[in-house]
T-cell receptor, first 116, second 114 residues
Framework: GAVVSQHPSRVICKSGTSVKIECRSL??????MFWYRQFPKQSLMLMAT?????????EQGVEKDKFLINHASLTLSTLTVTSAHPEDSSFYIC????????????FGQGTRLTVV | AQSVTQPDIHITVSEGASLELRCNYS??????LFWYVQSPGQGLQLLLK??????LVQGIKGFEAEFKRSQSSFNLRKPSVHWSDAAEYFC????????????FGGGTRLMVKP
């Protein structure tokens, strides 16, 4: 199956700094990428949907200025957590898919962000 | 708006016993349905999916699920559970368009007794 790689898998940063998480589709071109957030022992919540070359669509309640998403190419999307605070600590997972009906999205392995 | 309910937060079964994880969805049209498994600290692995056609879907690792439109359900089953099946299981529903963003259920944590 298709492979989606997320980097880094774990990151610890100081409060107030910014962190960038990369999501790459390794063997296919992803027209759409999704970013999810998962709190401990909870389900995944969609944060935003990004299409290559256009602005991301954020879900209600997600601050677009805090969670910057860039989908500059068909194989790479980045999520930047700006001015991180301890409450931003979470597990972030991306998924990527080729456009069209009847196609599934493939998930990255996730990034554990800890803000201290 | 689409939604997914997994009524069981935790389930414990004995190794070798059968398993059924429940999933109910709410969606206005024909849904795309998925089951994923997540081991601790890991990403999601797709077990199986339903887009159309045969309502009984076979997946990896011996799992199957049945789409029942009348009950708005997509329950996951396995005839004989292995200790390595212990994990978190998520049911998800997607829209049948090119975007296909997923809405996840709350998850069911499966524990397997030896």
């Amino acid at each position: 199956g298709a492979v989606v790689s997320q980097h880094p898998s774990r990151v610890i940063c100081k409060s107030g700094t910014s962190v960038k998480i990369e999501c790459r589709s390794l063997d296919f071109q992803a027209t759409t990428m999704f970013w999810y957030r998962q709190f401990p022992k909870q389900s995944l919540m969609l944060m935003a949907t990004s299409n290559e070359g256009s602005k991301a669509t954020y879900e209600q309640g997600v601050e677009k200025d805090k969670f910057l998403i860039n989908h500059a190419s068909l194989t790479l999307s980045t999520l930047t957590v700006t001015s991180a605070h301890p409450e931003d600590s979470s597990f972030y997972i991306c998924s990527a898919k080729v456009g069209g009906r009847d196609t599934e999205a493939f998930f990255g392995q996730g990034t554990r962000l800890t803000v201290v | 708006a689409q939604s997914v309910t997994q009524p069981d937060i935790h389930i414990t079964v004995s190794e070798g016993a059968s398993l059924e994880l429940r999933c109910n969805y709410s969606y206005g049209a024909t849904p795309y349905l998925f089951w994923y498994v997540q081991s601790p600290g890991q990403g999601l692995q797709l077990l199986l999916k339903y887009f159309s056609g045969d309502t009984l879907v076979q997946g990896i690792k011996g799992f199957e699920a049945e789409f029942k439109r009348s009950q708005s359900s997509f329950n996951l089953r396995k005839p004989s559970v292995h200790w390595s099946d212990a994990a978190e299981y998520f049911c998800a529903v997607g829209s049948n368009n090119a975007g296909n963003m997923l809405t996840f259920g709350g998850g069911t944590r499966l524990m397997v007794k030896p």
